[in-house]
């Protein structure tokens, strides 16, 4: 079976499962999961049940797709993503995301927990993502094109839609929030950074890094969905602090935020159209 095959067939059975046609998509990163709890009139659908979707292995990602509305805006949200560190080929990390861009979401919100390289963030900023850098080793397209998702050579000089920066910027401002925004670095992990690499990764422009969002940015992209991505900066890259990091630093940090990350998505979503 293909792989537009295998995208139809769980289109298929999300939507005999639920009336809702999201229009907006949503990525809950490590520790940020409980957005989806905010969804009104909300249908949950646990990944193992659906046709082509893998199980979910890290602590902190519950592994449920979540139909519903955020303030009468339509959305369907990951709550629990796939990483490539996890050892699934890139083609069943972004699966997902392929799926509800053929349910019909028109732009997709990204999220993430990562570490903080820019000197001015600190944790527990909730950073806008400006641009990325694909330093994973792979890229999701790789591969035989499939012309009914998207071109063999997608643009990618405006990934995260410039208005949907601003949008973000200003709600942050709204609620009280520093508005940030930086460039994303993802890295295949799972081992953290050395803080030599840190320091090259700061002299390639990366303001955050983390061990997602880009594969499923590149393919939202692909497939003409707009972007928009928000990194919760749970902790200071390594050697930026002297402290060891921790997977459970991360979880505490995005826990800490959760209000803040919680009021901003419920502002931002309903205006990502
Ligand atoms: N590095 C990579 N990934 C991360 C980090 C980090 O410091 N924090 C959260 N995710």
Redesign the pocket.
């Known amino acids: 079976m293909d792989q537009w095959q295998r995208i139809m067939e769980a289109v298929d059975f999300i939507k005999k499962n639920c009336q809702t046609v999201p229009r907006v998509g949503v990525v809950l990163g490590?520790g940020l999961g409980e957005f989806a709890e905010q969804v009104e009139a909300k249908t949950a659908i646990p990944y193992a049940d659906i046709p082509h979707f893998k199980k979910v292995s890290v602590a902190g990602h519950a592994g449920r797709l979540v139909l519903g509305k955020v303030d009468s805006m339509p959305v369907a949200v990951l709550q629990g993503r796939y990483h490539y560190y996890e050892g699934y080929d890139i083609a069943d990390v972004v699966f997902p995301v392929r799926v509800l861009a053929k349910l019909g979401i028109k732009s997709l919100l990204l999220t993430?927990?990562?570490?903080?390289i820019g000197r001015e963030l600190r944790p527990g900023d909730l950073m806008v993502i400006s641009d990325h850098i694909n330093l994973l080793g792979v890229n999701p397209l790789r591969g035989a094109n499939d012309e009914r998702l998207g071109p063999r050579f997608p643009d990618m000089s405006a990934v995260y839609d410039p208005e949907f920066q601003d949008i973000i910027a200003s709600a942050e401002e709204k609620i009280g929030l520093a508005a940030k925004k930086g460039v994303y670095l993802a890295?295949s992990?799972p081992s953290?950074?050395t803080p030599a690499e840190?320091r090259m990764l700061a002299a390639l422009g990366a303001d955050?890094?983390?061990?997602s969002t880009v594969p499923e940015a590149i393919c939202a992209r692909h497939m003409g969905v707009r972007v928009a991505g928000i990194s919760c900066?749970?902790?200071?890259?390594?050697g930026i602090s002297s402290l060891p990091?921790s997977?459970q630093?991360?979880t505490e940090t995005a826990a800490r935020v959760k209000n803040d990350f919680i009021r901003l998505l419920q502002r931002v979503i309903p205006r990502l159209v």
Do not use: Q, R, W
Request: aromatic fraction near 4%; hydrophobic fraction near 50%.
């Open positions: 490590s993430n927990a990562a570490g903080g890295l992990g953290y950074e840190i955050a890094v983390g061990m900066v749970t902790n200071l890259a390594a990091l997977h630093e991360v």
